[in-house]
């Protein structure tokens, strides 16, 4: 079973930094597209940035500049570093993996972890 589990979230100051962390465990060859999305109050989930296993990478335009995605293959972790952050970033963050392969020839689609809080005020 493929699991999924966020951490670094919490309150930061506008202007300040975060950075979150996506671990994948459970039986995985390999994964195809990690991402970042978040969802604020009364809002649809948006993709914020996401990255492919070869390291290409693509942002939402309302985050360019100050986010930065990145991952480690090896350890099957994805991190998003948030800086400069807005009060308008706050929402909950969620990791996700569009395709993981479990074995050389299975694969699994659209994996989710549970969540992390970012909240941006003074």
């Known amino acids: 079973q493929v699991q999924l589990v966020e951490s670094g979230g919490g309150l930061v100051q506008p202007g300040g930094s975060l950075r979150l962390s996506c671990a994948a465990s459970?039986?995985?060859?390999?994964?195809?597209?990690m991402g970042w999305y978040r969802q604020a109050p009364g809002k649809q989930r948006e993709l914020v940035a996401a990255?492919?296993?070869?390291?290409?990478?693509n942002y939402a335009d309302s985050v360019k500049g100050r986010f930065t995605i990145s991952r480690d293959n090896a350890k099957n972790t994805v991190y998003l570093q948030m800086n400069s952050l807005k009060p308008e970033d706050t929402a909950v963050y969620y990791c996700?993996?569009?395709?993981?392969?479990?074995?050389?020839?299975?694969?699994?689609?659209?994996?989710w972890g549970q969540g992390t809080q970012v909240t941006v005020s003074s």
């Open positions: 996700n993996a569009d395709q993981i392969w479990t074995t050389r020839y299975t694969s699994e689609y659209d994996y």
């Open positions: 459970g039986s995985i060859f390999s994964i195809n597209v």
């Open positions: 990255i492919t296993s070869g390291g290409r990478k």
